[in-house]
């Protein structure tokens, strides 16, 4: 199983439609988890961070289930802005260190006019 | 402007040579990586670098090496090049671990014929 996975799509979304996506990863002892975005031929961004709580910022909500392992995102009234890959991040080293980052391949999605 | 940059942002190169890439962030952050993406689109961590520690992803080959000036500066230095190097190269810096943001730079975009 690899340590996060991610569908790829591409999810193909009308404008202002809701659009949701998970991502897994394997390592119980995951500490901390993020979504950043990546637009075409670009560097990745920083979107949001995941929190136990789960969290909200504006058009975006992200969860985070320890169960079972997974975290979502959740884009509200989607904007042909949003269209973008959209990477999972998962850091497995307690106390941080980049080392244990490891990112999902990503889920392409694009929103429709 | 604040960011993290790398230099060139293409590179074009024959097997066997040997290249450089520069990075610099004027962020103020006490860590530095350099990431890999692949043309599958997979980005992988390959060295982190705060100063005080080098840590090494142990599927990076010898070929490859981080070279720090100061705190601001992490190059990157390939050396014997192979068709299999091809891929963007991205530089990152964050400021404490993997719990903060990852600054990423423009990416370079290397390749190998």
């Known amino acids: 199983r690899k340590e996060v996975e991610q569908d790829p799509g591409p999810f193909n979304v009308p404008e202002g439609a809701t659009v949701a996506f998970n991502c897994t990863y394997s390592?119980?002892?995951?500490?901390?988890f993020f979504w950043y975005r990546q637009d075409c031929r670009k560097e990745p961004k920083l979107l949001m961070s995941?929190?136990?709580s789960g969290n909200e910022d504006g058009r975006f909500t992200a969860q985070l289930n320890r169960a079972s392992q997974y975290i979502s995102l959740l884009i509200r009234d989607s904007k042909l802005s949003d269209s973008a890959t959209y990477l999972c991040v998962v850091n497995s080293i307690p106390g941080g260190g980049a080392d244990g980052l490891t990112f999902g391949k990503g889920t392409h999605l694009i929103i429709q006019p | 402007d604040t960011a993290v940059s790398q230099t060139p942002k293409y590179l074009v190169t024959q097997m066997g040579n040997d290249k450089s890439i520069k990075c610099e962030q004027n962020?103020?952050?006490?860590?530095m990586y350099w990431y890999k993406q692949d043309s599958k689109k997979f980005l992988k961590i390959m060295f982190s670098y705060n100063n005080k520690e080098l840590i090494i992803n142990e599927t990076v080959p010898n070929r490859f090496s981080p070279k720090s000036p100061d705190k601001a500066h992490l190059n990157l230095h390939i050396n014997s090049l192979e068709l299999g190097d091809s891929a963007v190269y991205f530089c990152a810096s964050s400021q404490v671990g993997g719990y903060n943001e990852q600054f990423f730079g423009p990416g370079t975009r290397l390749t190998v014929l």
């Open positions: 995941v929190y136990s």
């Open positions: 962020l103020g952050h006490d860590t």
């Open positions: 390592n119980s002892a995951s500490q901390s």
